[in-house]
């Protein structure tokens, strides 16, 4: 299955500012998933990043917030904007293989967002 | 829109048998999986299965599947420490992304 690497791993940042999370995939895939974990919760999709396009973003998340690139099948970031501390979560990066269902996706290892 | 519940917590003494049971709403899933998140760390993939099947053994783990029900369980024979996890039931939704479940946070006492 493909490798992820993601970054940072975590960080503590200033309310107002901007973080951008970078996941790095070793092989081309087709989908690009950005989930949100929040303190003691289940996962919530942010959006599906796709190749060339603007991103394809879930109820509740909007792109001037949550601002994602994807240049090319192996690569993505998300920015989360404007922090407020009620963006402290677990941000992860989901990879969905060329193979599909039914062998699940690969998941980061995540970054773990800490806002002052 | 498909919904997946799961009890959040069970504590079991190392070397018993854990088990984690899920229910979901989506009749239609063709998979259905169980993810395992170590503290620190992303999700992995621990096991799935297919619709059609009631039941999957693999190793330590075993998955029962009852469709009539939309109950999943994943049953951890032999339970050690390194089980210590939160695991999540999670079915496929619209876009090939996934509906997850609360998560069980699975504590092994010695």
């Known amino acids: 299955s493909a490798v992820i690497s993601q970054k940072p791993s975590r960080d503590i940042c200033q309310r107002g500012t901007s973080l951008t999370i970078q996941c790095q995939v070793d092989?081309?895939?087709?989908?690009m998933f950005w989930y949100r974990q929040q303190p003691g919760q289940s996962l919530t999709l942010i959006a599906t990043?796709?190749?060339?396009?603007?991103?394809?973003?879930e109820s509740g998340f909007v792109i001037d917030k949550f601002p994602i690139s994807r240049p090319n099948l192996t690569f993505s970031t998300l920015t989360v904007s404007n922090m407020s501390p009620e963006d402290s979560s677990i941000y992860l990066c989901?990879?969905?293989?060329?193979?599909?269902?039914?062998?699940?996706?690969?998941f980061g290892s995540g970054t773990r967002l800490t806002v002052v | 829109g498909e919904d997946v519940e799961q009890s959040l917590f069970l504590s079991v003494r190392e070397g018993d048998s854990s088990v984690i049971n899920c229910t979901y709403t989506?009749?239609?899933?063709?998979?259905l999986y169980w993810y395992k998140q170590e503290p620190g760390a992303g999700l992995q993939l621990l096991t799935y299965i297919f619709s059609n099947m009631d039941m999957k053994q693999d190793q330590r783990l075993t998955v029962l599947l009852n469709k009539k029900d939309k109950h999943l369980s994943l049953r951890i024979a032999d339970t050690q420490t390194g089980d210590s996890a939160i695991y999540f039931c999670a079915e496929p939704s619209y876009g090939q992304n996934f509906v997850f479940g609360p998560g069980t946070r699975l504590s092994v006492l010695p």
């Open positions: 989901s990879v969905g293989e060329d193979r599909g269902l039914p062998y699940g996706y690969t």
């Open positions: 990043a796709n190749q060339g396009s603007e991103a394809t973003y």
């Open positions: 092989s081309q895939v087709t989908m």
């Open positions: 989506d009749s239609s899933s063709t998979y």
